[in-house]
């Protein structure tokens, strides 16, 4: 048994708080965790544009849900009094402290890098850029029926989506989202990605204007794309299996539309990629012309 060097305990001390410096805030990671069923969106954090917490939007507060449900949107962050004292002084206290990690992760990365030598050729490489199409603010503008020109109508829904619900979710709405794991009591919709065979896909079309939004599963299984699913409680997408033409994230927040102002859900990447948590009744159009 080899006695360590100082200098890889010097490392081992050093490197674990660097490394934290060059991570997304803590709540990011939380985001894909598993969430109970009364989890919805709008339990989101909502950054700032240097990343720190601004608020955080909960389901508590019944009089700000009614707003975002039924009146217009314009993009404005709601601030939760009680919170956003906390979440600045959580930020300030970070920034204080940002530059000393930020310059001990560099030279603790250095080393260690220096140490262990160069990559091997199998090593795995960065993933090429994203191929997210973004949008500003104006896509959700509002219209003649909150964010969209049309309605939902229930001649065009499948898989017995709640048209009610549909409506208040694609036109009404910027946070708010279907209960966690709701898809899952949804048997026409498990029945059709179940009976795929190997190959064959499920357009989803928005349940406003009828437009595909996502083609699933691509490149990996429908048990795969049913487990994410289950893991996460929607309906979860890859970067492949999204039809830019159509779809839109806006950068800031991450919440992802479709191009004619209907809410979808929230790009909350993981360890593989981006992930567009997507709420079925905003994806179950029949995409009639």
């Known amino acids: 048994f080899a006695m360590p060097s100082l200098f890889q305990i010097l490392l081992l001390i050093i490197l674990p708080s660097a490394v934290n410096s060059f991570l997304p805030p803590p709540s990011l990671p939380q985001l894909s965790a598993h969430r109970p ?19 955080h939007l909960s389901t ?8 975002l449900m039924h009146g217009p949107t314009d ?27 930020k310059g001990l992760g560099i030279v603790a990365l250095a080393a260690a890098a220096a140490a262990s030598g160069p ?37 065009s829904l499948r898989w017995g989506v709640d048209e009610r619900l549909a409506d208040k979710i694609c036109s009404f709405n910027r946070h708010f989202a279907e209960p966690g794991g709701s898809f899952e009591k949804n048997d026409a919709f ?25 083609v ?22 890859r970067d492949a299996e999204v039809v830019w033409e159509n779809t839109r994230v806006l950068k800031l927040t991450g919440e992802t539309v479709s191009l004619t102002g209907t809410h979808l859900g929230h790009n909350l990447p993981d360890r593989n990629g ?16």
Not at 37 to 55: C, K, R
Request: proline share 7%.
């Open 60 to 67: 508590s507060n019944s009089g700000q849900n009614a707003a």
């Open 190 to 214: 498990l029945k059709q990605v179940s009976a795929l065979k190997p190959g064959e896909t499920i357009t989803f079309y928005d349940t406003v204007s009828q437009r595909p939004l996502f």
């Open 274 to 289: 981006n992930r567009y948590c997507i709420n079925l009744v905003s994806v179950a159009g029949i995409g009639k012309a």
């Open 216 to 237: 699933a599963p691509i490149g990996r299984t429908p048990e795969q794309f049913l487990q994410e699913s289950y893991v996460h409680g929607w309906p979860s997408f």
């Open 37 to 55: 069923a009364a989890f919805f969106e709008e339990d989101l954090p909502t950054f700032a544009g240097d990343g720190s917490e601004v608020a």
């Open 75 to 101: 993009g404005a962050v709601v601030k939760n009094d009680v919170e956003a004292p906390v979440a600045s002084a959580v930020a300030n206290k970070s920034k204080r402290r940002v530059l000393i990690k």
């Open 119 to 155: 990559l091997p050729a199998s090593a795995k490489l960065p993933s090429p850029a994203s191929p997210i199409v973004y949008c500003d603010e104006s896509v959700m503008s509002k219209k003649s029926h909150g964010t969209t020109e049309g309605s939902v109508e229930a001649s």
